[in-house]
Protein backbone atom coordinates (compact mmCIF):
# COMPACT_ATOMS: atom_id res chain seq x y z
CA UNK A 1 0.00 0.00 0.00
CA UNK A 2 1.14 3.31 -1.02
CA UNK A 3 0.03 5.39 1.73
CA UNK A 4 2.43 7.56 3.69
CA UNK A 5 2.55 6.17 7.51
CA UNK A 6 3.32 10.07 7.98
CA UNK A 7 -0.05 11.03 7.00
CA UNK A 8 -1.70 9.35 10.02
CA UNK A 9 0.68 10.87 12.22
CA UNK A 10 -0.61 14.33 10.61
CA UNK A 11 -3.77 14.06 11.17
CA UNK A 12 -3.55 12.14 14.96
CA UNK A 13 -1.51 15.32 15.74
CA UNK A 14 -4.08 17.95 13.95
CA UNK A 15 -6.95 16.75 15.33
CA UNK A 16 -5.34 16.37 18.72
CA UNK A 17 -7.83 18.49 20.99
CA UNK A 18 -8.76 20.60 17.97
CA UNK A 19 -12.32 18.56 16.84
CA UNK A 20 -14.06 20.01 19.67
CA UNK A 21 -12.91 23.44 18.70
CA UNK A 22 -13.86 23.08 14.61
CA UNK A 23 -16.93 24.71 14.47
CA UNK A 24 -19.51 22.77 11.95
CA UNK A 25 -19.92 23.78 8.45
CA UNK A 26 -23.46 25.25 8.65
CA UNK A 27 -23.40 25.50 4.59
CA UNK A 28 -24.50 21.74 4.75
CA UNK A 29 -27.71 22.27 5.91
CA UNK A 30 -30.24 21.04 3.50
CA UNK A 31 -28.12 19.35 1.10
CA UNK A 32 -27.83 15.38 0.15
CA UNK A 33 -24.99 13.38 0.36
CA UNK A 34 -23.84 14.09 -3.21
CA UNK A 35 -24.57 17.89 -2.50
CA UNK A 36 -22.18 18.03 0.37
CA UNK A 37 -19.19 16.04 -1.14
CA UNK A 38 -19.23 18.48 -4.19
CA UNK A 39 -19.70 21.62 -1.33
CA UNK A 40 -16.58 20.74 -0.52
CA UNK A 41 -14.87 20.60 -3.65
CA UNK A 42 -14.38 16.95 -3.81
CA UNK A 43 -14.24 14.82 -6.88
CA UNK A 44 -17.59 12.69 -7.00
CA UNK A 45 -19.40 10.04 -8.63
CA UNK A 46 -22.66 8.25 -8.51
CA UNK A 47 -22.68 4.65 -10.01
CA UNK A 48 -25.98 2.33 -10.37
CA UNK A 49 -25.48 -1.13 -9.84
CA UNK A 50 -28.11 -4.12 -10.45
CA UNK A 51 -28.59 -6.65 -7.87
CA UNK A 52 -29.18 -10.08 -8.81
CA UNK A 53 -32.70 -10.23 -7.86
CA UNK A 54 -33.05 -6.86 -9.94
CA UNK A 55 -32.63 -4.14 -7.61
CA UNK A 56 -31.20 -0.79 -8.96
CA UNK A 57 -28.71 0.88 -6.34
CA UNK A 58 -27.13 4.57 -6.18
CA UNK A 59 -23.51 4.02 -4.79
CA UNK A 60 -21.53 7.40 -4.41
CA UNK A 61 -17.64 7.94 -5.25
CA UNK A 62 -15.27 10.43 -3.76
CA UNK A 63 -12.14 9.81 -6.32
CA UNK A 64 -9.29 11.05 -4.20
CA UNK A 65 -8.51 13.79 -1.87
CA UNK A 66 -8.49 17.21 -2.14
CA UNK A 67 -4.60 16.96 -2.54
CA UNK A 68 -4.04 14.62 -4.90
CA UNK A 69 -4.91 14.60 -8.84
CA UNK A 70 -6.04 10.84 -8.48
CA UNK A 71 -3.23 9.91 -11.31
CA UNK A 72 -2.33 6.53 -9.00
CA UNK A 73 -4.20 3.78 -8.07
CA UNK A 74 -5.60 3.46 -4.68
CA UNK A 75 -6.80 0.89 -2.50
CA UNK A 76 -10.68 0.78 -2.34
CA UNK A 77 -12.78 1.04 0.61
CA UNK A 78 -16.54 0.01 1.10
CA UNK A 79 -18.70 2.65 3.80
CA UNK A 80 -22.27 0.99 4.60
CA UNK A 81 -24.49 3.06 6.69
CA UNK A 82 -27.66 1.59 9.36
CA UNK A 83 -31.10 1.17 9.17
CA UNK A 84 -33.13 4.22 8.33
CA UNK A 85 -29.92 6.19 6.94
CA UNK A 86 -28.08 6.52 4.34
CA UNK A 87 -24.30 7.15 2.48
CA UNK A 88 -25.14 10.83 3.91
CA UNK A 89 -23.99 9.57 7.58
CA UNK A 90 -20.40 9.16 6.11
CA UNK A 91 -20.00 12.80 5.16
CA UNK A 92 -22.55 14.74 6.89
CA UNK A 93 -19.75 16.19 9.88
CA UNK A 94 -17.73 17.26 6.93
CA UNK A 95 -13.98 17.69 5.49
CA UNK A 96 -11.57 16.56 8.64
CA UNK A 97 -14.26 14.71 10.55
CA UNK A 98 -16.30 12.32 8.54
CA UNK A 99 -14.42 9.26 7.60
CA UNK A 100 -15.23 9.38 4.24
CA UNK A 101 -13.08 12.61 3.71
CA UNK A 102 -10.90 11.37 6.02
CA UNK A 103 -10.27 8.30 4.26
CA UNK A 104 -10.10 10.18 0.97
CA UNK A 105 -7.36 12.39 2.32
CA UNK A 106 -5.03 9.65 2.77
CA UNK A 107 -5.02 8.03 -0.22
CA UNK A 108 -8.63 5.61 -0.77
CA UNK A 109 -10.86 5.40 -3.36
CA UNK A 110 -13.95 5.57 -1.12
CA UNK A 111 -17.03 4.63 -2.22
CA UNK A 112 -20.08 4.75 -0.12
CA UNK A 113 -23.45 2.62 -0.33
CA UNK A 114 -27.13 2.85 -0.17
CA UNK A 115 -29.23 -0.04 0.64
CA UNK A 116 -31.98 -1.03 -1.19
CA UNK A 117 -35.34 1.29 -0.68
CA UNK A 118 -33.64 4.19 1.10
CA UNK A 119 -33.85 7.23 -1.00
CA UNK A 120 -31.19 6.82 -3.64
CA UNK A 121 -31.66 2.76 -4.15
CA UNK A 122 -35.59 2.86 -5.07
CA UNK A 123 -35.35 1.52 -8.51
CA UNK A 124 -35.90 -1.97 -9.89
CA UNK A 125 -35.42 -3.94 -13.09
CA UNK A 126 -39.17 -5.00 -12.84
CA UNK A 127 -40.72 -3.84 -9.67
CA UNK A 128 -42.23 -0.27 -9.09
CA UNK A 129 -41.22 0.99 -5.70
CA UNK A 130 -44.74 2.24 -5.11
CA UNK A 131 -47.63 0.75 -6.98
CA UNK A 132 -45.47 -3.03 -5.98
CA UNK A 133 -44.52 -1.92 -3.18
CA UNK A 134 -45.74 -5.13 -1.15
CA UNK A 135 -42.96 -6.68 -3.48
CA UNK A 136 -40.52 -4.46 -3.32
CA UNK A 137 -40.17 -4.02 0.24
CA UNK A 138 -40.29 -8.03 1.16
CA UNK A 139 -36.46 -8.25 2.27
CA UNK A 140 -34.95 -7.17 5.61
CA UNK A 141 -31.29 -7.12 6.27
CA UNK A 142 -31.06 -10.24 5.04
CA UNK A 143 -31.25 -9.16 1.12
CA UNK A 144 -29.05 -6.48 1.59
CA UNK A 145 -26.15 -8.36 2.54
CA UNK A 146 -26.88 -11.15 0.55
CA UNK A 147 -27.74 -9.42 -2.66
CA UNK A 148 -26.62 -5.76 -2.59
CA UNK A 149 -23.22 -6.05 -1.09
CA UNK A 150 -21.78 -8.65 -3.82
CA UNK A 151 -23.03 -6.72 -6.23
CA UNK A 152 -21.62 -3.48 -5.15
CA UNK A 153 -18.29 -5.48 -4.27
CA UNK A 154 -18.04 -7.05 -8.38
CA UNK A 155 -18.37 -3.42 -9.27
CA UNK A 156 -16.12 -1.42 -6.76
CA UNK A 157 -13.37 -4.11 -7.73
CA UNK A 158 -13.70 -3.91 -11.98
CA UNK A 159 -13.68 -0.37 -11.62
CA UNK A 160 -11.31 -0.10 -9.31
CA UNK A 161 -8.80 -2.73 -10.57
CA UNK A 162 -8.18 -4.11 -6.63
CA UNK A 163 -7.91 -7.49 -5.75
CA UNK A 164 -9.73 -6.69 -2.84
CA UNK A 165 -11.13 -4.08 -0.92
CA UNK A 166 -11.81 -2.70 2.67
CA UNK A 167 -15.45 -2.60 4.18
CA UNK A 168 -16.68 -0.20 6.88
CA UNK A 169 -19.74 -0.49 8.52
CA UNK A 170 -21.85 1.41 10.98
CA UNK A 171 -24.57 -0.90 12.89
CA UNK A 172 -26.82 -2.33 9.96
CA UNK A 173 -23.72 -2.06 7.63
CA UNK A 174 -22.12 -4.83 9.54
CA UNK A 175 -24.65 -7.09 9.71
CA UNK A 176 -25.26 -7.08 6.51
CA UNK A 177 -21.27 -8.05 6.55
CA UNK A 178 -21.87 -10.95 8.33
CA UNK A 179 -24.74 -12.14 6.31
CA UNK A 180 -22.67 -11.63 3.25
CA UNK A 181 -19.58 -13.68 5.05
CA UNK A 182 -21.13 -16.61 6.55
CA UNK A 183 -23.58 -17.00 3.31
CA UNK A 184 -21.20 -16.61 0.69
CA UNK A 185 -17.67 -16.80 2.22
CA UNK A 186 -16.42 -16.83 -1.05
CA UNK A 187 -16.60 -12.94 -0.43
CA UNK A 188 -14.67 -13.10 2.42
CA UNK A 189 -11.83 -13.54 0.13
CA UNK A 190 -11.84 -10.24 -1.52
CA UNK A 191 -12.30 -8.21 1.67
CA UNK A 192 -9.37 -7.37 3.42
CA UNK A 193 -10.47 -6.35 6.50
CA UNK A 194 -14.03 -5.48 7.93
CA UNK A 195 -13.91 -2.51 10.35
CA UNK A 196 -17.36 -3.05 12.14
CA UNK A 197 -18.93 -0.24 14.32
CA UNK A 198 -21.41 -0.73 16.97
CA UNK A 199 -21.96 -4.71 15.39
CA UNK A 200 -25.48 -6.18 16.06
CA UNK A 201 -25.18 -9.94 16.03
CA UNK A 202 -27.01 -12.47 18.51
CA UNK A 203 -28.65 -9.40 20.82
CA UNK A 204 -29.36 -11.19 24.29
CA UNK A 205 -27.95 -8.00 26.57
CA UNK A 206 -30.75 -5.75 25.19
CA UNK A 207 -32.07 -4.07 28.14
CA UNK A 208 -33.86 -1.04 27.21
CA UNK A 209 -37.73 -1.57 28.41
CA UNK A 210 -39.37 -0.14 25.31
CA UNK A 211 -37.42 -2.25 22.92
CA UNK A 212 -37.91 -5.43 25.37
CA UNK A 213 -41.56 -4.60 25.17
CA UNK A 214 -41.80 -4.15 21.07
CA UNK A 215 -39.70 -7.68 20.79
CA UNK A 216 -42.05 -9.79 22.73
CA UNK A 217 -44.91 -8.71 20.77
CA UNK A 218 -42.94 -8.76 17.21
CA UNK A 219 -44.86 -11.43 15.56
CA UNK A 220 -48.69 -9.52 16.48
CA UNK A 221 -46.95 -6.20 15.39
CA UNK A 222 -45.46 -7.70 12.10
CA UNK A 223 -49.06 -8.95 11.30
CA UNK A 224 -50.84 -5.76 12.38
CA UNK A 225 -48.59 -3.99 9.77
CA UNK A 226 -49.30 -6.44 6.93
CA UNK A 227 -53.00 -5.94 7.54
CA UNK A 228 -52.91 -2.23 7.10
CA UNK A 229 -50.26 -2.60 4.11
CA UNK A 230 -47.25 -0.95 5.70
CA UNK A 231 -44.71 -2.37 4.09
CA UNK A 232 -42.19 0.58 3.84
CA UNK A 233 -40.95 3.24 6.44
CA UNK A 234 -41.58 6.37 4.76
CA UNK A 235 -39.69 9.79 5.61
CA UNK A 236 -41.98 13.04 5.44
CA UNK A 237 -39.78 15.83 4.26
CA UNK A 238 -41.98 18.40 6.20
CA UNK A 239 -41.12 16.11 9.66
CA UNK A 240 -37.56 15.84 8.71
CA UNK A 241 -37.57 19.75 8.62
CA UNK A 242 -39.44 20.40 11.18
CA UNK A 243 -37.09 18.43 13.08
CA UNK A 244 -34.25 20.11 11.91
CA UNK A 245 -35.32 23.23 13.28
CA UNK A 246 -37.00 22.55 16.38
CA UNK A 247 -34.36 20.48 17.63
CA UNK A 248 -31.71 22.76 16.73
CA UNK A 249 -33.09 25.55 18.76
CA UNK A 250 -32.02 25.82 22.74
CA UNK A 251 -34.67 24.66 24.73
CA UNK A 252 -36.16 22.54 22.64
CA UNK A 253 -32.91 20.90 21.51
CA UNK A 254 -32.66 18.82 25.09
CA UNK A 255 -35.95 17.50 24.11
CA UNK A 256 -35.03 15.82 20.92
CA UNK A 257 -31.90 14.75 22.92
CA UNK A 258 -34.25 13.15 25.21
CA UNK A 259 -35.81 11.27 22.98
CA UNK A 260 -33.36 10.09 21.16
CA UNK A 261 -30.96 9.02 24.11
CA UNK A 262 -33.76 7.11 25.24
CA UNK A 263 -32.66 4.75 22.34
CA UNK A 264 -29.80 4.88 21.66
CA UNK A 265 -27.58 5.50 25.01
CA UNK A 266 -27.22 9.35 26.54
CA UNK A 267 -24.25 10.87 25.57
CA UNK A 268 -24.38 14.83 25.97
CA UNK A 269 -20.87 15.50 25.48
CA UNK A 270 -20.73 14.22 22.39
CA UNK A 271 -23.75 15.69 20.50
CA UNK A 272 -23.17 19.57 19.39
CA UNK A 273 -26.49 21.13 18.61
CA UNK A 274 -24.89 22.57 15.44
CA UNK A 275 -24.52 19.08 13.51
CA UNK A 276 -28.58 18.75 14.31
CA UNK A 277 -29.98 20.54 11.11
CA UNK A 278 -27.30 18.69 9.14
CA UNK A 279 -28.47 15.08 10.89
CA UNK A 280 -32.01 16.02 9.86
CA UNK A 281 -31.55 16.78 6.58
CA UNK A 282 -31.33 13.16 5.32
CA UNK A 283 -32.54 11.26 8.38
CA UNK A 284 -34.67 9.40 8.46
CA UNK A 285 -34.84 8.17 5.47
CA UNK A 286 -36.82 5.14 3.64
CA UNK A 287 -36.25 1.29 5.10
CA UNK A 288 -38.71 -1.44 4.90
CA UNK A 289 -39.87 -2.68 7.68
CA UNK A 290 -38.90 -6.00 7.85
CA UNK A 291 -35.22 -4.66 8.37
CA UNK A 292 -36.18 -3.84 12.34
CA UNK A 293 -38.51 -6.38 12.64
CA UNK A 294 -35.64 -8.89 11.97
CA UNK A 295 -33.73 -6.99 14.29
CA UNK A 296 -36.74 -7.49 17.22
CA UNK A 297 -36.90 -11.10 16.35
CA UNK A 298 -33.30 -11.63 17.14
CA UNK A 299 -33.91 -9.76 20.38
CA UNK A 300 -37.06 -11.61 21.01
CA UNK A 301 -35.09 -15.12 20.13
CA UNK A 302 -31.33 -14.33 21.47
CA UNK A 303 -30.07 -15.76 18.28
CA UNK A 304 -28.15 -14.77 15.16
CA UNK A 305 -30.18 -16.06 12.62
CA UNK A 306 -32.54 -15.44 9.22
CA UNK A 307 -35.77 -13.64 8.95
CA UNK A 308 -38.38 -16.33 11.28
CA UNK A 309 -41.50 -16.65 9.19
CA UNK A 310 -43.20 -18.62 11.31
CA UNK A 311 -42.65 -22.09 11.13
CA UNK A 312 -44.89 -23.35 8.47
CA UNK A 313 -43.19 -20.78 5.71
CA UNK A 314 -39.91 -21.82 7.72
CA UNK A 315 -40.25 -25.66 6.94
CA UNK A 316 -41.09 -24.86 3.37
CA UNK A 317 -38.32 -21.93 2.90
CA UNK A 318 -35.48 -23.11 4.83
CA UNK A 319 -36.49 -27.00 5.22
CA UNK A 320 -36.34 -26.27 8.66
CA UNK A 321 -39.14 -25.22 11.49
CA UNK A 322 -36.55 -22.91 13.34
CA UNK A 323 -34.67 -20.04 10.57
CA UNK A 324 -30.90 -20.70 10.08
CA UNK A 325 -28.40 -19.20 12.44
CA UNK A 326 -25.28 -17.21 10.61
CA UNK A 327 -22.34 -19.55 11.41
CA UNK A 328 -19.61 -16.78 12.25
CA UNK A 329 -17.38 -19.23 12.32
CA UNK A 330 -17.12 -18.79 8.57
CA UNK A 331 -15.93 -15.44 8.56
CA UNK A 332 -12.41 -15.95 6.87
CA UNK A 333 -11.90 -11.79 6.89
CA UNK A 334 -10.03 -10.17 9.26
CA UNK A 335 -12.73 -8.11 11.43
CA UNK A 336 -11.92 -5.21 13.37
CA UNK A 337 -14.75 -4.25 15.74
CA UNK A 338 -15.31 -1.05 17.63
CA UNK A 339 -17.97 -0.71 20.28
CA UNK A 340 -19.47 1.92 22.98
CA UNK A 341 -19.91 1.18 26.68
CA UNK A 342 -22.87 3.35 26.51
CA UNK A 343 -24.99 1.74 23.42
CA UNK A 344 -28.18 1.04 24.32
CA UNK A 345 -28.99 -0.42 21.17
CA UNK A 346 -26.43 -2.63 20.49
CA UNK A 347 -24.84 -4.36 23.91
CA UNK A 348 -20.77 -4.05 24.96
CA UNK A 349 -21.29 -6.99 26.15
CA UNK A 350 -22.95 -8.97 22.92
CA UNK A 351 -20.12 -7.60 20.87
CA UNK A 352 -17.75 -8.98 23.10
CA UNK A 353 -19.67 -12.17 23.18
CA UNK A 354 -19.47 -11.65 19.28
CA UNK A 355 -15.88 -11.19 18.89
CA UNK A 356 -15.38 -14.42 21.28
CA UNK A 357 -16.86 -16.28 17.99
CA UNK A 358 -15.01 -14.87 15.06
CA UNK A 359 -11.90 -16.90 13.71
CA UNK A 360 -9.53 -13.88 13.13
CA UNK A 361 -10.02 -10.59 15.06
CA UNK A 362 -7.67 -7.87 13.63
CA UNK A 363 -8.90 -5.10 16.92
CA UNK A 364 -11.08 -5.33 20.11
CA UNK A 365 -11.84 -1.75 20.67
CA UNK A 366 -13.78 0.12 23.43
CA UNK A 367 -14.28 3.31 22.31
CA UNK A 368 -12.41 4.90 25.79
CA UNK A 369 -15.55 6.88 26.39
CA UNK A 370 -17.49 6.29 29.13
CA UNK A 371 -20.91 7.68 27.06
CA UNK A 372 -20.33 6.40 24.12
CA UNK A 373 -23.20 5.46 22.16
CA UNK A 374 -24.91 4.08 18.84
CA UNK A 375 -25.11 7.68 16.66
CA UNK A 376 -21.28 8.23 18.26
CA UNK A 377 -19.98 6.25 15.76
CA UNK A 378 -20.84 8.45 13.35
CA UNK A 379 -21.97 12.05 14.76
CA UNK A 380 -19.81 12.37 18.29
CA UNK A 381 -18.02 15.66 18.31
CA UNK A 382 -14.53 14.17 19.18
CA UNK A 383 -15.17 11.24 17.11
CA UNK A 384 -11.57 11.49 15.23
CA UNK A 385 -9.64 11.50 18.57
CA UNK A 386 -11.55 8.79 20.21
CA UNK A 387 -12.32 6.15 17.18
CA UNK A 388 -11.45 7.14 13.47
CA UNK A 389 -7.48 7.25 14.09
CA UNK A 390 -7.44 4.24 15.69
CA UNK A 391 -9.66 2.69 13.01
CA UNK A 392 -7.76 4.10 10.33
CA UNK A 393 -4.41 3.09 11.78
CA UNK A 394 -5.92 -0.80 11.85
CA UNK A 395 -6.96 -0.44 8.09
CA UNK A 396 -3.45 0.74 7.16
CA UNK A 397 -1.75 -2.28 8.16
CA UNK A 398 -3.88 -4.66 6.02
C1 LIG B 1 -35.25 2.53 -13.54
O1 LIG B 1 -34.74 1.38 -14.18
C2 LIG B 1 -35.32 1.17 -15.44
C3 LIG B 1 -34.90 -0.21 -15.90
O2 LIG B 1 -33.51 -0.38 -15.86
C4 LIG B 1 -34.93 2.31 -16.38
O3 LIG B 1 -35.48 2.12 -17.65
C5 LIG B 1 -35.42 3.63 -15.78
O4 LIG B 1 -34.97 4.71 -16.55
C6 LIG B 1 -34.94 3.79 -14.35
N1 LIG B 1 -35.59 4.92 -13.75
C7 LIG B 1 -34.94 5.89 -13.10
C8 LIG B 1 -35.77 6.96 -12.51
O5 LIG B 1 -33.74 5.89 -12.98
C1 LIG C 1 -25.69 -3.82 28.79
O1 LIG C 1 -26.09 -5.00 29.41
C2 LIG C 1 -25.88 -5.03 30.80
C3 LIG C 1 -26.23 -6.44 31.30
O2 LIG C 1 -27.47 -6.84 30.82
C4 LIG C 1 -26.73 -3.94 31.45
O3 LIG C 1 -26.52 -3.93 32.84
C5 LIG C 1 -26.34 -2.61 30.85
O4 LIG C 1 -27.16 -1.58 31.37
C6 LIG C 1 -26.46 -2.64 29.34
N1 LIG C 1 -25.91 -1.39 28.80
C7 LIG C 1 -26.66 -0.53 28.12
C8 LIG C 1 -25.95 0.70 27.68
O5 LIG C 1 -27.82 -0.72 27.83
Request: aromatic share 14%; charged share 20%.
Amino acid sequence: MSLLPATLVILATFHHGLSSVVPFDASDVGLNTVQMIENHGYPCESHTITTEDGYILVYHRILHGKNDDGSVQKPPVLLMHGTFSSSADYVSMGPDRSLAYLLADIGYDVWIGNARGNEWSRNHTTLDVVKDAEEYFDFSWHEIGYYDLPAAIDHILSVNGGDGLHYVGHSQGTTVFMVLTTTRPEYSDKIKLASLMGPPAAMTHQSNPIILELAKYIFEIEALFKKYKFYELTYVKEIREFAASYCAQPGSFEICEGIIFEFIGADAPQLDINIVPVLFSNMPTNSAWKQLFHYLQEIKSGEFCQYDHGSEKNLEIYGSARPPVYDLSKISTPVAAYYGKNDVLVNYTDVQIFISDLPTVANDYLVPFDLFNHFDFMYATDVVDLLYVELIKVMQQY
